[in-house]
C-alpha cells in the first residue's frame, strides 16, 4: 500500500534519532539536577516524577498540536513542526516511559500504594501510548490500514490530552501547579484540536 505523505506524517525519518538524543539528555540531565541537590530521598524522588512527567508533557504538546497548528498558521515553523510529528511522537513516547519508571520508584520509595482509578486511568493511557508507539511505523500502517491506523492514533491522543488535562486539573484542585499554566495549556490543547477538526468538517461541507 502506498502511503499518502499529504499530512506531513513521516517526512523528517532521518531526524528522528536526534530527537532521540536529546530527550535522553535531558532526562539524564534532570535526574542529575535533582538528585544531585535535593537530599532527602523521597523528595528527590517526588521531584523526579514531576519533572519527567513535564518534559513529556511537552513533548506530548509538540505531537499533539503538530497538524493543527499548521492549519492554523502556515509558516516555516508549523510546517517543521508537523513535518517533526512522528518524532516528537516516539521521543513523547520514550520520555513517557521513563517518567512511568520514575512514578514506580517513587512510589516504592515513599511506600504509597497506587489507587485503583489512578491504575485504570493511568494504565490505560500508557497502553494507549505503548499501542501508539508501537505502530508508529510504515510497516504498522500497511498491516493496520489507514482507517485503523487513524482511528489508533487519534483515540490514543486525545485520551493522552485529556488524562493530562485531569491530571493538571487534580493537582490545581489540591494546590499543586499555581498558577495553573500546565492545565491552561492542556485544555488549550484540546480545544484547538476540536476547533480545528469543526473548522475542516464545515468547511468540507
Same mark, same amino acid.
Given at each position: ?7 506531513? &506524517? ?31 530521598? @523521597? ?26 497548528? &499548521? @492549519? ?34 517513587? &512510589? ?6 497506587? @489507587?485503583?482509578?489512578?491504575?485504570? =486511568? ?36 486525545? &485520551?493522552?490530552? =485529556? =488524562? ?8 490545581? !484542585? ?7 499554566? !500546565? ?19 464545515? @468547511?468540507?461541507?
Amino acid at each position: 500500500m502506498d502511503i499518502a505523505r499529504d499530512n506531513g &506524517y513521516g517526512l523528517a525519518k532521518n531526524s528522528l534519532w536526534p530527537w532521540i538524543s536529546a530527550t535522553l539528555l535531558v532526562s539524564v540531565v534532570l535526574l542529575v539536577a535533582v538528585f544531585m541537590h535535593i537530599p532527602a530521598l @523521597e523528595k528527590s524522588w517526588h521531584l523526579w516524577t514531576r519533572y519527567s512527567a513535564r518534559l513529556s508533557f511537552f513533548l506530548f504538546l509538540a505531537a499533539y498540536l503538530a497538524a493543527p497548528l &499548521y @492549519e492554523l498558521v502556515k509558516n516555516p515553523a508549523t510546517a517543521w513542526l508537523r513535518r517533526q510529528r512522528r518524532n516528537s511522537g516516539i521521543s513523547f513516547g520514550i520520555a513517557h516511559t521513563i517518567h512511568l519508571a520514575a512514578l514506580i520508584g517513587f &512510589y516504592q520509595i515513599a511506600d504509597i500504594p497506587a @489507587e485503583m482509578p489512578t491504575v485504570i =486511568v493511568g494504565g490505560g493511557a500508557y497502553l494507549a501510548m505503548f499501542l501508539m508507539l508501537a505502530t508508529s511505523n510504515d510497516a504498522a500502517l500497511r498491516r493496520l490500514g489507514k482507517t485503523n491506523w487513524r482511528w489508533l492514533h487519534k483515540f490514543g491522543a486525545h &485520551y493522552l490530552a =485529556v =488524562v493530562f488535562a485531569f491530571t493538571y486539573l487534580s493537582q490545581f !484542585l489540591g494546590g499543586l501547579n499555581k498558577p495553573p499554566i !500546565l492545565l491552561i495549556l492542556a485544555i488549550a490543547a484540546i480545544v484547538l484540536r476540536i476547533f480545528i477538526t469543526l473548522k475542516s468538517r464545515w @468547511e468540507a461541507s
